[in-house]
């Protein structure tokens, strides 16, 4: 079958550094996006890579390697705004996104 | 500003009842997609229409119809064959259809609970 896993939820401090990861098994890949999703309301597009590598996006950043089928989503000087969820989510080889559960990040002050 | 609509934002329901969510984009977007998503629980494709007229069953479509009469407009309807409905269900809609690295843009999402 296919699986996506990610943490359930993770703590970290205002203005620190927090690396999300995302393992994934799938039938083929065809790309890998971050959505950020804030309590209630709707995911927003964080980052795409398709490419094994480093994507950087401010202080967003995701990274890539798909001979592990491994990435994580770095966020750096962490603010209070950035407590969400965040998920993962895989093209498969059919075209199909198979998404994660979603990482519950907790930023204390 | 360009987006999607969803409505109602909270929504209750009598067991039995059928509900309609309504989802409309102004992106001039031409797929259009219904997901449900349940703690613990990555998001799962309930039906996808890349086209007017034209729609597909995604991972869970049981339970549930949706038209596609025009362009902006997505109706999903939630019968009462659907055994769990309580959840949160979010519409979306990418330029294209499913193939490349569209990226999907959302609604803010409908939370139905059956009481």
């Known amino acids: 079958g296919q699986n996506i896993d990610q943490p359930t939820e993770m703590t970290a401090t205002e203005g620190a550094i927090v690396q999300i990861n995302c393992t994934y098994q799938?039938?083929?890949?065809?790309?890998l996006f971050w959505y950020q999703q804030h309590a209630g309301e709707a995911p927003t597009f964080l980052s795409y890579n398709v490419l094994d590598g480093l994507e950087e996006k401010g202080r967003f950043s995701s990274f890539l390697s798909r001979s592990k089928g491994y990435s994580y989503l770095l966020l750096k000087e962490l603010q209070m705004k950035d407590s969400a969820s965040y998920l993962c989510a895989v093209i498969d080889s059919n075209y199909q996104l198979i998404w994660g559960a979603g990482t519950k990040l907790i930023i204390k002050p | 500003d360009g987006g999607i609509t969803q409505s109602p934002k909270y929504l209750f329901r009598k067991e039995g009842q059928n509900v309609t969510l309504s989802c409309e984009q102004n992106l001039n977007h031409d797929a259009m997609y219904w997901y449900r998503q349940d703690p613990g629980q990555g998001l799962r494709l309930i039906y996808y229409s890349q086209i007017v007229n034209d729609f597909q069953k995604g991972d869970i479509a049981e339970g549930y119809s949706v038209s596609r009469e025009k362009k902006e407009s997505f109706p999903l309807t939630v019968t009462s064959a659907q055994k769990n409905p309580t959840a949160f269900y979010l519409c979306?809609?990418?330029?294209?259809?499913?193939?490349?690295?569209?990226?999907?843009?959302f609604g803010a999402g409908s939370r139905l609970t059956v009481l």
């Open positions: 799938t039938s083929g890949f065809n790309g």
């Open positions: 979306a809609s990418t330029l294209r259809g499913t193939s490349g690295a569209n990226v999907l843009t």
